[in-house]
């Protein structure tokens, strides 16, 4: 099993910056695929981020703007977000999963693990 714990969220202007993190009761690195969703109001769980080891996939909506790194030292997961935009306001989640679910599409469905969440509010 795995315990993820977000944290990091908090409101910001348009053009500002955040750094969410995400840590992990144990190591994650080789055995599990790590990812970041967010979900606003009355929308479904989107994925903007998907880890396996030392390889990020980003959304299309948050490419160029968003970074993900990981201390291995002390399992956690960094999302470090950038050059904000409204839209990007959200409940954004950590999640872990088998190697499996990344090389496979990472539906929301097929993680196991997720984190409490923690909320992202971007004013304009």
């Known amino acids: 099993q795995v315990q993820l714990v977000e944290s990091g969220g908090g409101s910001v202007q348009a053009g500002g910056s955040l750094r969410l993190s995400c840590a992990a009761s144990?190591?994650?690195?080789?055995?599990?695929?790590l990812a970041w969703f967010r979900q606003a109001p009355g929308k479904e769980r989107e994925g903007v981020t998907h880890?396996?080891?030392?390889?990020?996939q980003y959304a299309n909506s948050v490419k160029g703007r968003f970074t993900v790194s990981r201390d291995n030292a002390t399992n956690t997961l960094y999302l470090h977000m950038n050059r904000l935009k409204p839209e990007d306001t959200a409940m954004y989640y950590c999640?872990?999963?088998?190697?499996?679910?990344?090389?496979?599409?990472?539906?929301?469905?097929?993680?196991?693990?997720w984190g409490q969440g923690t909320q992202v509010i971007v004013s304009s």
């Open positions: 144990r190591d994650t690195y080789r055995d599990y695929c």
């Open positions: 880890t396996v080891r030392d390889v990020t």
């Open positions: 999640a872990a999963g088998t190697l499996w679910v990344c090389l496979n599409g990472g539906s929301p469905a097929d993680f196991l693990y």
